[in-house]
């Protein structure tokens, strides 16, 4: 059973540019949940999707948006990069009910912007 | 004032040494909390739940104190494989995780 595929693994954009992440969750798993994890950081919360509908939001700009999709996968999109988007950014899913050991996190793409 | 915050470290402990980490929080809404391990740019896994009563796992035990939003793991017989950062996590709101920076431990020969 594949758990959390994250892709690509690794990335580097000019800052100004744009920049879409992917996430295919866990079989079983419909709620997807993105965070970014900064050099020497814990990760932090970005955004929690279920039902194709952005259900929860961290202290994000604008710049960051999300989808679902019908399949339950997701993409992270970023816009008008900024040096400090500079990150590991993890995608972890669950079920909607969930206990922690629902959450699986996938390993990660790394982005880097110069 | 952070939601989570933890001692950074590094905590550096020879093989065989017992090691406690502290972690207090700052949202009393919060539902459940975690210990997460996280290697050398990988992802971070789930080490352990934290119980009000305490809970142990191996060498590993973890506590919550409510009253004081204060949350604890201690690590006994470390070996050279628990070198990591440890994270500590609280799940609140629509079953968000919010984690502290992570406490880095080097165990040594």
């Known amino acids: 059973d594949a758990g959390v595929t994250q892709s690509p693994t690794h990335l580097i954009k000019t800052r100004g540019q744009q920049v879409t992440l992917r996430c295919s969750p866990k079989?079983?798993?419909?709620?997807v949940s993105w965070y970014q994890q900064a050099l020497g950081q814990g990760p932090q919360f970005i955004f929690q999707?279920?039902?194709?509908?952005?259900?929860q939001r961290g202290n994000f700009p604008d710049r960051f948006s999300g989808h679902q999709f019908p399949n339950y996968s997701s993409e992270l999109n970023v816009n008008a990069l900024l040096l400090g988007d500079s990150a590991l950014y993890l995608c972890?899913?669950?079920?909607?009910?969930?206990?922690?050991?629902?959450?699986?996190f996938g390993s990660g793409t790394r982005l880097t912007v110069v | 004032r952070k939601e989570v915050e933890q001692d950074p470290g590094p905590f550096n402990v020879p093989e065989g040494a017992t090691v406690a980490f502290n972690c207090t929080y700052s949202?009393?809404?919060?539902?459940?909390f975690f210990w997460y391990r996280q290697d050398c740019r990988k992802e971070p896994k789930l080490l352990m739940s934290v119980y009000s009563s305490g809970n142990e796992d191996g060498r590993f035990t973890a506590q919550l104190n409510r009253a004081s939003q204060y949350i604890s793991l201690l690590i006994r017989d470390s070996k050279l494989s628990d070198s990591a950062t440890y994270l500590c996590v609280a799940l609140s709101g629509y079953s968000t995780l919010t984690f502290g920076k992570g406490t880095m431990l080097l165990v040594s020969p």
């Open positions: 972890a899913s669950s079920p909607l009910s969930v206990t922690n050991y629902g959450y699986t």
């Open positions: 999707y279920y039902e194709e509908e952005e259900r």
């Open positions: 079989s079983g798993h419909d709620t």
């Open positions: 949202n009393s809404a919060s539902q459940s």
